[in-house]
């Protein structure tokens, strides 16, 4: 049996990306966001996978990247270049979703450099993890 945790948005994650692609997949993105945060309410099951990577691993709080696929596409989940950035604290039994990207959205350069920066800069809980 898998762990249920609640799910909750960053406040940076939402007022970017997400609504990107809210307005570029309209009712698909419903969908999406709804497996998506399904997944994550279940997250133990999803490292293992190749859906998720584990990046930092500090006991009570992990820091992974995910895949996932919109609803629809007919691209796999590593192909569609679609990314979250959660942190999953063990503890109190949450997932916080950091970031919602598509990898192309982060500009050039390296993505996981990228990423980082973006999440030190506006997730200050985060820093020293990264």
Same mark, same amino acid.
């Not at 948005?9 to 007022?15: K, N, S, T």
């Given at each position: 049996m898998s762990t249920k945790y609640s799910v909750t948005v960053g406040p940076y *994650? $939402? +007022?970017? %990306?997400?609504?990107? /692609? !809210?307005?570029? %997949?309209?009712? &698909? @993105?419903?969908? #999406? @966001? !709804? &497996?998506?945060? $399904? $997944? /994550?309410? +279940?997250c133990d099951s999803l490292f293992g996978t190749s859906i998720a990577e584990i990046i930092v691993d500090a006991g009570s709080i992990i820091i992974a990247k995910t895949e996932f696929r919109v609803a629809g596409t007919k691209e796999s +989940?590593? *192909?569609s270049g679609n990314r979250c950035i959660i942190a999953l604290h063990k503890d109190i039994m949450t997932v916080n979703?950091?970031?919602? %990207?598509?990898? #192309?959205?982060?500009?050039?350069?390296? $993505?996981?450099? +990228? @990423?980082k920066l973006c999440v030190k800069e506006n997730y200050s809980e985060y820093c020293g993890l990264l």
């Amino acid at each position: 049996m898998s762990t249920k945790y609640s799910v909750t948005v960053g406040p940076y *994650a $939402e +007022r970017h %990306y997400l609504k990107n /692609f !809210s307005k570029k %997949y309209k009712g &698909a @993105w419903e969908i #999406t @966001w !709804s &497996a998506v945060v $399904e $997944e /994550f309410r +279940r997250c133990d099951s999803l490292f293992g996978t190749s859906i998720a990577e584990i990046i930092v691993d500090a006991g009570s709080i992990i820091i992974a990247k995910t895949e996932f696929r919109v609803a629809g596409t007919k691209e796999s +989940r590593k *192909a569609s270049g679609n990314r979250c950035i959660i942190a999953l604290h063990k503890d109190i039994m949450t997932v916080n979703v950091l970031l919602v %990207y598509h990898k #192309t959205d982060l500009g050039d350069g390296n $993505e996981t450099v +990228r @990423w980082k920066l973006c999440v030190k800069e506006n997730y200050s809980e985060y820093c020293g993890l990264l």
